[in-house]
């Protein structure tokens, strides 16, 4: 895996998105679409690893279009790499989240387990390690203080390109790598 053809995720769950759940509206199917384009964008920058932290929303929906995406173009060598933070990650889902869980995990090219139990700090740690092994995120962020905004944080701090999607209105700001160095001469 070479970090300058890396891209992870990060991003809200479902319960902060205005349709919540629902999967079928069209708010999400929008949503999704931005989300697809800006992978379709990543193709074009020679990206062909893709990281997921397999958490409920934009996490399970990138790795599900990734996914989608190494079916329809199998000659491009596309690679879904899932990053846990801890074994039990899905145990308490509904059934039907655990189920496309377990399905994205038999079709990943690989998995990194952060951890076999739960701590406080494992999702921070899944994201940094998603973060420092990747050139490029894209993340699924309105601004809200929590674990997506110290993710784009982070990233931005360690020189990624940042590519956000605001669920809110679906503006788009690009956030090119390494901003304001400076070239010692």
């Not at 319960?15 to 999704?32: A, M, P, Q, R, V």
């Amino acid at each position: 895996m070479s970090k300058n053809t890396t891209c992870c995720f990060t991003g809200h769950r479902p319960h902060k998105f205005t349709f919540g759940y629902d999967e079928e509206s069209e708010e999400c199917i929008l949503l999704k679409s931005k989300l697809f384009q800006q992978i379709l964008e990543m193709r074009k920058k020679g990206v062909t690893t893709f990281l997921t932290g397999m958490a409920m929303g934009v996490d399970i929906w990138a790795a599900e279009l990734i996914l989608g995406l190494k079916a329809e173009r199998p000659e491009e060598n596309i690679c879904l790499i899932a990053v846990i933070p801890h074994e039990g990650q899905a145990n308490r889902w509904s059934a039907e989240y655990r189920e496309r869980y377990f399905n994205i995990l038999s079709k990943v090219d690989d998995d990194v387990m952060i951890g076999l139990r739960y701590t406080k700090s494992c999702m921070f740690e899944r994201n940094r390690y998603m973060v420092d092994h990747s050139a490029h995120l894209i993340a699924v962020y309105n601004g809200e203080p929590g674990g997506t905004q110290y993710t784009v944080d982070y990233a931005m701090k360690k020189g990624l390109d940042v590519v956000i999607i605001n669920p809110d209105d679906m503006a788009i700001t690009k956030k090119p790598r390494f901003r304001g160095l400076t070239l010692l001469k």
